[in-house]
């Protein structure tokens, strides 16, 4: 075999292995998208609260974050709820997420048979107006199974959410955000 054909050759396997490379990356790059999912917090009266929330998928569950600027200092609940809109002050969100109909919990220590599958506690905002949640939930998931979130609506509360039923007392919903996938 000449030099130029075993040249022609091995940049005919390069070509072909960079092209499976690049063809396997971009697969890799949309399946990273498509187990992202974020949602805007706006305020749902006349106040400045906003935030956003961000729903990372993993193998056993979601990773949630939320940082909300401009609310009141103290405990809130932190909520999805079923509904996928805003209006009205938040109330076009209904209820609580609870697709196995079962008692208001806590989510993640009491798991979903003893918590609705949107009952996520609380996030604690401090003297500042600013504030953070962040927890790991096994088992919610953004658009495959029981308990799939994608569309729904996160829900600031204007009290802590103090477990207690049906919906954990914590007051009208003061931020709202809807869960969107990212593209």
């Known amino acids: ?25 971009g697969v890799q790059g949309q399946a990273l998208a498509a187990t992202m999912a974020t949602a805007d917090i706006h305020d749902t009266g006349n106040g400045a609260l906003s935030g956003q929330a961000t729903f990372t998928e993993t193998e056993t569950g979601l990773i949630i974050r939320a940082q909300v600027a401009n609310a009141p200092v ?15 002050g938040g109330k076009a969100a209904g209820g609580h997420y609870n697709p196995d109909g079962v008692k208001h919990g806590k ?7 003893n918590a609705h599958a949107g009952d996520l506690g609380n996030l604690v905002i401090g003297l500042g107006g600013s504030g953070t949640y962040q927890q790991e939930i096994p088992g919610l998931r953004l658009t ?25 007392n914590a007051g009208d919903r003061i931020g709202c955000g809807v869960i969107r996938l990212e593209s």
């Not at 075999?1 to 940049?11: G, L, Q, T, Y």
């Not at 989510?107 to 048979?113: E, H, P, R, Y």
């Not at 495959?144 to 954990?168: C, F, L, S, W």
């Open 1 to 25: 075999m000449s030099v130029w054909r075993r040249v022609a050759k091995s940049v005919s396997v390069i070509t072909i292995l960079g092209l499976l490379l690049f063809l396997y990356l």
């Open 74 to 88: 103290g405990f809130h609940g932190f909520h999805i709820h079923e509904g996928e809109r805003c209006e009205d």
């Open 107 to 113: 989510l993640v220590t009491d798991g979903f048979a």
């Open 144 to 168: 495959e199974g029981a308990h799939a979130i994608a569309n729904r609506a996160v829900i600031v509360h204007e009290k802590m959410d103090v477990y207690v039923q049906p919906t954990g």
